[in-house]
């Protein structure tokens, strides 16, 4: 799981962007010279030509599921709950233009769906589909994921839509939630009572600052790089949590780990703004951490970086993917034991500076007292 994240890559537009910009270089290279009200028409029609798009993007076709879409999407005949009849379990309505899927409602025996690149704003009709076991609606125009409780529901996936909140999903038998690349500012309703069995819940490519509100103790994956987090917040309860996946935010420190987390044993922290080797020990309290990411911090062009962080969480066994050898391991414990022996004498210099200032302290109080 974390080599699948450490190679995750950001699919921003940016090289089509490039070539986009590109060929409109070229077609303004290439077209011919145009003067006056030829000239003056041209350009208006130009201008008219992006709102007209907008507006075509803005207000798709209504297209509404039908029977006829529906007996080319219906698959897998299987027994219905009754065992006695026998009813198509599986639709696959995928890149339909579909804005309507009321339909559905009639279909209650389905169990899986897939209606991914659609341009559905409305999913109420599934409310009805009790028996549904896998949920895909990637690609769509969504601003909510709410739907009923449905309780048999174990995958269901949002991803690509322009979903704006978190409340509203609240199903009991739910394990996979993909909400990726949506408009999700904060997270709302996320609680043990609503998704008490939830274990992996993907959130990359949000608007996210603070992970406040994940209180799932049920989790064990966690991926939300790519959003703009510069606080790590109520992470107490993640008890079970084996992998926390932060690539490309914003975060300077690691305040909010607990030794609570006592299965955390894998954090990607690669392309964030950490500086400083003090907050990599905040790290030590976590009981079963054997893997860490940190490529592009700040931080990692410290020449002794490797050996520091090992210093830093003497547990550890990958940094960055590589292994640590017995030889690393070897001069981190020693550099660790001088740099603790250094720091008992000091602090014992200290108290002992303490106890003299106090004792002179008592002396000339004495003295005044001896005095008068």
Do not use: W
């Not at 987090?229 to 993640?238: A, V």
């Not at 996946?245 to 690669?270: A, C, P, V, W």
Request: net charge negative.
């Amino acid at each position: 799981m974390s080599d699948q994240e450490d190679n995750y890559d950001d699919n921003y537009p940016e090289a089509e962007q490039e070539i986009e910009a590109e060929m409109g270089q070229e077609e303004e290279e290439t077209k011919p010279e145009e003067t006056g009200e030829e000239e003056q028409q041209k350009e208006g029609e130009e201008e008219e030509k992006p709102e007209e798009h907008v507006e075509e993007e803005e207000r798709p076709p209504d297209v509404s599921l039908n029977e006829e879409i529906m007996s080319e999407s219906l698959l897998l005949l299987a027994k219905t709950g009754n065992g006695l009849s026998h009813a198509y379990v599986r639709l696959d309505a995928a890149q339909k233009g579909l804005t309507d899927i009321s339909l559905l409602k009639n279909y209650i025996h389905l169990r899986y769906i897939d209606l991914s690149n659609n341009n559905l704003k409305d999913i109420s009709a599934l409310n009805c589909l009790t028996h549904l076991l896998t949920l895909k609606l990637d690609f769509n125009r969504l601003t909510s994921a709410k739907l009923d409780p449905l309780p048999y529901l174990q995958i269901a996936s949002f991803s690509n839509n322009r979903i704006k909140t978190t409340e509203g999903i609240c199903h009991p038998k739910l394990e996979i939630l993909n909400l990726n690349k949506n408009e999700i500012t904060e997270i709302k309703g996320f609680e043990a009572d609503k998704l008490p069995n939830i274990q992996t819940l993907e959130l990359r490519e949000n608007k996210l600052t603070t992970t406040k509100g994940i209180r799932l103790p049920s989790l064990k994956s966690i991926f939300i790089a790519a959003n703009m987090l510069t606080s790590l917040d109520d992470l107490r309860d993640l008890k079970n949590l084996n992998a926390l996946h932060l690539r490309d935010n914003k975060i300077e420190n690691l305040d909010g780990f607990t030794e609570n987390m006592e299965s955390l044993q894998y954090i990607n922290l690669r392309g964030n703004v950490l500086t400083s080797f003090s907050e990599i020990k905040k790290l030590h309290i976590l009981p079963k951490l054997r893997a860490l990411v940190l490529l592009d911090n700040p931080l990692t062009e410290n020449s002794d970086y490797r050996l520091e962080v090992l210093i830093s969480v003497r547990r550890l066994e990958r940094l960055d993917k590589d292994e640590y050898q017995e030889e690393e391991r070897t001069e981190a414990e020693e550099i660790h034991e001088q740099r603790r022996i250094k720091e008992q004498e000091a602090a014992l210099e200290s108290a002992s500076n303490v106890n003299e200032d106090q004792n002179q302290d008592n002396e000339d109080n004495d003295k005044n007292e001896n005095d008068e």
